[in-house]
């Protein structure tokens, strides 16, 4: 009696437990698919992203602007507030120390809950201002330019602003980069700046335009990542569901038979002691 | 001794090429970029001449003309080139570079070609603007003012 009801317990929870795997893989296969579409629309406003961040930034090539190797930069990582997306946060945290190691005289800015959750814990020193909500569809230069200008408005010093965003490789494959946005000092600064004919507040909006062009390019390019490494991972989620749901399927239908058995052993020993 | 002289005619080489590439890149055109953010209207197009409108003036820009910083003003960049019809286009600000070696780069916040604004639905910008320019908080009027500029000069621009 007692190994039977064993049996049906342990049969009700693998049952319990198959369906909510199959949940499961169904909530990750949807996931997967909304990531794919997005992946391409976020793909074609990055490459149009890429071509307006290097032609903005072409000045810096041509007046060889370089920042000092004792500057005092600010940091600006790019990351968002949507989580389930594989290593990108924690890469672009990564990043992020390593370049507060060499360069401490740093300060932080954040944009995006994942990326401050993880830096907060070793560096809230250096944080001078976080940003929440950025991008919550397609980015926009609007976006890009409103952080920039409060990025601006804050008040916070610095030689050169260091944008750390996610540079899209393939639909697999990201790597960490850091992309300068040089300030009116390191600009003015540059060696072969005296060749342009500018004016002085021309070179000062000059210098805002081009944080605000390299933000929109760090966030568009940070997107099309996330959204990429997102259908990654759950595709490799719903993989392993199935994976999961195939092995107690094997179990469910083993323990099921082995209390089939049991049922039967017990009834014929029963049938032979008559 | 072979490979003393070989060491020393290398150099020589590396500096006549160099010199041949200078000459190349400054021919007598202008590569222009024309780019916004979502998208990329003209990628290394090679003109003649570009008018734009900057904060210091208008400026006309030909091939070798002396590297530039410029700030856009609201207006109408026209492309010339030798072999297409000249295009317009109208963008509302942003920057143009010239930079030394004959690329123009034009960032604009926003930019459309000429043909694709509404004459009715400019005018009636300018009056709402106008409206807006006399009513709400200093910020408000401000942004009213920078609007009416703007729609007055698509007004302007585009062919009635």
Not at chain 1, 35 to 48: F, L
Not at chain 2, 70 to 76: E, F
Request: net charge neutral; glycine share 4%.
């Amino acid at each position: 009696m007692a190994v039977q009801a064993r049996n049906m317990a342990t049969l009700k929870e693998i049952s319990m437990r198959l369906k909510s795997v199959s949940n499961i893989a169904k909530i990750t296969k949807s996931m997967k698919m909304i990531a794919s579409t997005k992946v391409t629309k976020a793909q074609r406003a990055m490459e149009a992203a890429r071509v307006y961040g290097n032609s903005a930034t072409a000045l810096y090539t041509h007046a060889e602007t370089a920042s000092a190797p004792d500057s005092k930069d600010l940091v600006i990582v790019v990351s968002s507030d949507r989580g389930l997306c594989g290593g990108i946060h924690s890469s672009l945290a990564k990043g992020t120390r390593k370049f507060l190691h060499e360069h401490p005289n740093s300060s932080l800015a954040i944009i995006g809950q994942k990326a401050r959750a993880q830096l907060q814990r070793d560096q809230r020193a250096k944080i001078a201002i976080t940003f929440d909500g950025v991008s919550k569809n397609l980015p926009t230069w609007n976006e890009a330019a409103l952080v920039a200008d409060e990025i601006i408005k804050s008040g916070v010093q610095f030689d050169t602003a260091q944008v750390v965003y996610n540079q899209f490789k393939s639909v697999i494959a990201f790597d960490t980069v850091t992309v300068p946005a040089h300030s009116l000092k390191s600009l003015s600064e540059s060696p072969k700046l005296a060749a342009y004919e500018v004016e002085e507040p021309v070179l000062k909006n000059f210098e805002e335009f081009t944080l605000a062009n390299t933000l929109y390019w760090g966030i568009a390019e940070g997107n099309a990542s996330e959204q990429a490494a997102k259908r990654t991972a759950m595709e490799n989620a719903t993989k392993n569901a199935d994976e999961m749901i195939g092995k107690l399927t094997l179990t469910y239908n083993r323990s099921r038979q082995a209390s089939i058995t049991n049922d039967l052993i017990d009834i014929i020993t029963g049938a032979m002691a008559i | 001794m072979f490979r003393h002289t070989l060491r020393a005619a290398r150099p020589l080489a590396r500096t006549s090429a160099v010199r041949a590439y200078a000459t190349e890149a400054s021919a007598n055109r202008l590569r222009v970029n024309l780019v916004v953010p979502h998208q990329a209207y003209l990628k290394q197009v090679e003109a003649t001449q570009v008018n734009l409108s900057s904060t210091e003036g208008d400026m006309g820009i030909l091939a070798e003309h002396v590297p530039t910083i410029a700030q856009l003003k609201p207006g109408v960049i026209e492309i010339f080139s030798a072999t297409e019809k000249p295009q317009k286009f109208f963008a509302s600000g942003g920057f143009a570079i010239i930079n030394p070696d004959s690329t123009l780069n034009i960032n604009a916040v926003e930019a459309f070609a000429l043909e694709d604004f509404d004459g009715e639905a400019v005018r009636r910008a300018i009056e709402d603007a106008t409206r807006r320019t006399n009513t709400g908080s200093e910020e408000e009027r401000v942004i009213a003012k920078i609007e009416l500029e703007t729609y007055e000069a698509i007004a302007a621009a585009v062919p009635k």
